[in-house]
């Protein structure tokens, strides 16, 4: 599977949008790219996958760069509710195993 | 509601003891897995099943054992021979294993006295 670089933590204003990065270059063809989040004691929770179109559900939305060597994870207007620690995680089709690194943890601040 | 029931949420284990971590799923999904957690660390795969009756070692399989006689159920052993059971323990579901998402419980914290 390919690498993914995501900063180790980041600060949002409560209300405002939280925009994550998430840097996937040596991603291939048949590579998704999957958020899930994690809250502190809790099991990880699936936000939302995309392959190379631009994905939106209730929870967020995820833009990926046309080449796809990049994606980022929007929450439209966080809440303190949404501290956690944001895994960006890339797949190939067809693989059985989700491979987590360390995530970034984001602080909602009111 | 429709989601993935581990049990219980604390453990603690007695050297030399097995124990076994109940997961359920009332998700009607086909696939199912089991993750350790470490401080600090990501997610390493321990087993995993396709369907019911089958299931494939992970990469941390050693010293662990599952069985999967239903389709709701895959209950993880953590035996003796597992020489460092301390850990945070997901159990996880998905409708296939092709790219459709991984859901999880929310986690046994194992202790060993």
């Known amino acids: 599977d390919a690498k993914t670089t995501q900063p180790p933590s980041m600060d949002c204003a409560e209300g405002r949008a939280a925009n994550l990065p998430c840097n996937h270059s040596?991603?291939?063809?048949?590579?998704?790219v999957y958020w899930y989040r994690q809250i502190h004691s809790q099991g990880p929770q699936y936000i939302i996958h995309g392959l190379k179109n631009n994905e939106t559900n209730e929870m967020a939305s995820l833009i990926i760069t046309e080449d796809r060597k990049s994606s980022t994870l929007i929450l439209p207007h966080a809440t303190l509710r949404d501290t956690a620690v944001y895994y960006c995680?890339?797949?190939?089709?067809?693989?059985?195993?989700?491979?987590f690194g360390a995530g970034t943890t984001v602080t909602v601040r009111a | 509601d429709g989601g993935i029931t581990q049990s219980p949420k604390y453990l603690f284990r007695k050297e030399g003891q097995n124990v076994t971590l109940s997961c359920e799923q009332n998700?009607?999904?086909?696939?199912m897995y089991w993750y350790r957690q470490d401080p600090g660390q990501g997610l390493r795969l321990i087993y995993y099943?396709?369907?019911?009756?089958?299931?494939q070692k992970g990469d941390i399989a050693e010293g662990y054992s599952v069985s999967r006689e239903k389709k709701e159920s895959f209950p993880l052993t953590v035996t003796s021979a597992q020489k460092n059971p301390t850990a945070f323990y997901l159990c996880a579901s998905s409708i296939d294993h092709t790219t459709r998402p991984q859901h999880f419980g929310d986690g046994t914290r194992l202790s060993i006295l």
């Open positions: 998700l009607n999904h086909d696939a």
């Open positions: 995680i890339v797949r190939v089709e067809g693989d059985y195993k989700l491979s």
């Open positions: 040596t991603i291939s063809g048949n590579e998704y």
């Open positions: 099943s396709q369907i019911v009756n089958d299931f």
